[in-house]
């Protein structure tokens, strides 16, 4: 088993260097034989991206897409060596999954072993392998903490403390490369998401054709991928759905709805959109566990609910879906909560601010309305003591 020693120990028996020289040395859980680094540049030979990959096959590496979309050329260097190795082009690529496979004339080492079966469960340890500086690597260890579902797929939610930047590189369970990490954010830990290696393998025999970079549908450099963009709006806002749409996914994927109902004249909706729905804590825990709707009360759209058409009659203020959700009492802003099978639980008349939302979130998510033993009071002071700090 791989050793940390103290840093003093490591410049006494190899000399002094740079401080993530510790990293480069092999661990068990990750064959680093197999790790190659990447150069992303433009016409002018100016690097405009860098990151690492795996090789997978003699002369074909599997990487993530976002680091080498829009490049001119690809250069490859594999771990100890001065040499660079220049991609002729990629045999196959999944651009809206972030994964991509390389072909690299002369590449050839240790071949990774890319698992054919699902992510680890939660709780498992993985190994991260970053890039601080140019053709360094450093390993990190990581946590399977959930799942996030970004444009309707699931992602692995890996949690870790011993690095502020991870959007990019292969993902080790076991001595097997477990997936690519596809986007990320740091709060007070960094939270990394991956695309299944099970991507990769699927692209090893899809193709035997090599083709030119200019092929790809990105002709420009990607500062994130796809997947990151999703990521970076889902932290940032709450995803809003229209009606149909959150009753589609609620069935399909068995979560519940909140919706915001209210009337563009009201002030205490536009306070709520202001403050409650721009509350970072608020935005990922709805993003995570509920379908968001937010329902103009004065809408002139027909929608189709519950196998029902709804729409606003002529001379009515109010849309006949609002008058059905809120069972008449025409208060804006109001919550409605549905469960998975859109029936009605409960509507919230009036303004919540984002500390009463976060315990009325937690409330249904947890399914505690199910207890007739618990009140909301009860649940509400439990739910304090434990809840984090914000």
Request: with cysteine; glycine share 6%; hydrophobic share 40%.
């Amino acid at each position: 088993m791989s050793r940390v020693y103290p840093l003093g120990l490591w410049l006494i028996l190899f000399g002094c260097g740079p401080l993530w020289a510790w990293c480069e040395v092999s661990s068990d859980s990750i064959p680093m034989g197999s790790v190659v680094f990447l150069e992303g540049r433009d016409a002018d030979g100016d690097v405009l991206s860098r990151g690492i990959g795996v090789i997978v096959r003699k002369n074909f590496i599997a990487t993530n897409y976002h680091y080498v979309a829009g490049m001119a050329e690809v250069a490859v260097f594999k771990r100890g060596e001065s040499r660079e190795y220049i991609s002729d082009g990629y045999l196959s690529v999944e651009e809206d999954r972030d994964v991509i496979i390389l072909s690299v004339p002369g590449v050839n080492g240790q071949i990774a072993t890319l698992s054919p079966g699902p992510f680890p469960g939660d709780g498992a340890e993985v190994r991260m392998l970053t890039q601080p500086s140019p053709q360094r690597s450093k390993v990190a260890t990581g946590v399977v903490s959930g799942r996030k579902e970004i444009r309707e797929m699931d992602l692995p939610e890996v949690i870790t403390r011993e690095v502020e930047d991870f959007t990019g590189g292969p993902v080790f369970y076991q001595g097997k490369v477990a997936g690519f990490c596809t986007a990320g954010y740091l709060d007070d830990r960094y939270y990394a998401y991956i695309m299944p290696a099970s991507e990769a393998r699927r692209l090893m025999n899809r193709s035997f054709i090599i083709k030119a970079f200019n092929s790809l549908k990105d002709l420009k450099p990607l500062k994130q991928s796809d997947f990151q963009d999703n990521l970076m709006e889902n932290l940032n806002s709450v995803l809003w759905l229209d009606v149909e749409d959150a009753e589609r996914l609620a069935r399909k994927k068995e979560k519940m709805v909140v919706l915001h109902v209210y009337a563009k004249w009201a002030g205490w909706a536009k306070l709520m959109d202001k403050n409650t729905y721009a509350s970072k804590r608020i935005i990922r825990y709805i993003n995570e566990n509920f379908y968001a709707v937010r329902f103009n009360a004065e809408s002139n759209d027909t929608i189709v609910f519950n196998n029902l058409a709804y729409y606003r009659n002529i001379g009515s203020p109010y849309h006949t879906l609002a008058y059905s959700l809120l069972e008449g009492n025409m208060e804006f802003p109001s919550t409605v909560f549905l469960d998975e099978e859109i029936n009605l639980l409960l509507v919230i008349p009036g303004y919540m601010d984002a500390d009463k939302m976060d315990v009325v979130l937690h409330y249904f998510s947890e399914k505690a309305y199910l207890n007739e033993q618990l009140s909301f009071l009860d649940f509400e002071q439990k739910y304090r003591r434990r809840r984090p700090n914000y």
